[in-house]
């Protein structure tokens, strides 16, 4: 069993058990040796449960969920945080955490859907940790012309992953299939995890 665990956190409006997640799901465990949780946040088991949409909690609540789904006794530098959209901006604010060794954001929204004034730039302010940030040059949510215009905190390291909107779907041009998006950022991750963490 490996020493680190990974802990994924979900976006906005889809869990785990479909879509990008549970592709990548596979295909994590496949990649890795490397312990795999998923996380789903109380407000996604109540939509799941009633079939009904609802908006998340104030962020702050997201923050104060995911810290304490993590392991208690788990040794300091033995957690990899990450999440998918809201989940990584989630995951962010946990690089105080001891506990924590490392981030992976997976599509991360540095501002509002076509509004790129109301930023959330904040958020990486004050990252303690290594965080890798993997992005679609057809985001929405944050393209590499609007995102290099900014610098960043010298521990994130952005990696644009070329051709993907925000759910890391790719035009046909680029003749990938979703299994080959997946193990490219496997790769990617398996990679920077690496260098970071001797993993």
């Not at 604010?93 to 001891?98: A, C, H, K, T």
């Not at 509002?112 to 040059?137: A, N, V, W, Y």
Request: hydrophobic fraction near 40%; proline fraction near 5%; glycine fraction near 8%.
């Amino acid at each position: 069993m490996s020493y680190f665990s990974f802990y994924m956190a979900h976006g906005a409006g889809l869990g785990h058990g479909g879509g990008f997640l549970n592709r990548f799901a596979v295909t994590f465990c496949r990649t890795h040796k490397i312990n795999y949780i998923p996380l789903t946040f109380d407000y996604m088991k109540q939509i799941e449960a009633t079939d009904k949409r609802r908006p998340p909690p104030k962020f702050a609540q997201l923050v104060e969920e995911f810290a304490s789904f993590l392991n208690p006794d788990a040794k300091d530098g033995s957690i990899i945080v990450a999440g998918k959209s809201m989940g990584g901006r989630v995951a962010t604010q946990l690089s105080s955490d001891p506990r924590v060794a490392a981030i992976v954001c997976l599509g991360f929204p540095f501002h509002q859907q076509g509004k790129p004034d109301k930023h959330r730039l904040s958020f990486l302010e004050h990252m303690q940790k290594p965080c890798l940030i993997i992005q679609g040059t057809r985001d929405a949510f944050g393209k590499p012309a609007w995102v290099e215009q900014h610098t960043l905190h010298k521990n994130i390291k952005v990696h644009w992953f070329d051709g993907a909107d925000h759910d890391f779907s790719v035009l046909k041009s680029t003749g990938k299939d979703q299994d080959q998006i997946m193990s490219d950022i496997n790769l990617i991750i398996s990679k920077w995890l690496a260098a970071q963490l001797s993993v």
